[in-house]
């Protein structure tokens, strides 16, 4: 599955509900799952895990749809030509 798909998935699971609850309290829930992913990071359990993984990426979908932002394009315009900053793959920044 592409990043486009996956965005129009979760979109199609919970846009109606996630821009009722705004944009604020979108991104509160999306820091919550940040903090569920450190404390799986710690644990170093594959299967919580990819799960947690898994919850970070549709709350990121999620404020991008609210935001009326295109995830994939926005990262392929950003990162197409490799590191932003100096162009090059892998980064040869300092």
């Not at 199609?12 to 999306?30: C, P, Q, S, V």
């Not at 009326?68 to 793959?89: H, V």
């Amino acid at each position: 599955m592409n990043i486009k798909a996956f965005q129009e998935m979760i979109e199609n699971i919970y846009y109606e509900r996630d821009k009722a609850r705004g944009l604020a309290g979108t991104h509160m829930w999306f820091c919550e799952e940040v903090g569920e992913l450190t404390r799986a990071l710690r644990r170093d359990t594959r299967e919580e895990l990819e799960g947690e993984f898994a919850d970070v990426l549709a709350w990121l979908a999620t404020l991008a749809s609210i935001s009326g932002i295109d995830l994939e394009a926005a990262a392929a315009k950003k990162y197409a030509a490799g590191c932003p900053r100096c162009t090059q793959t892998p980064c040869a920044c300092a």
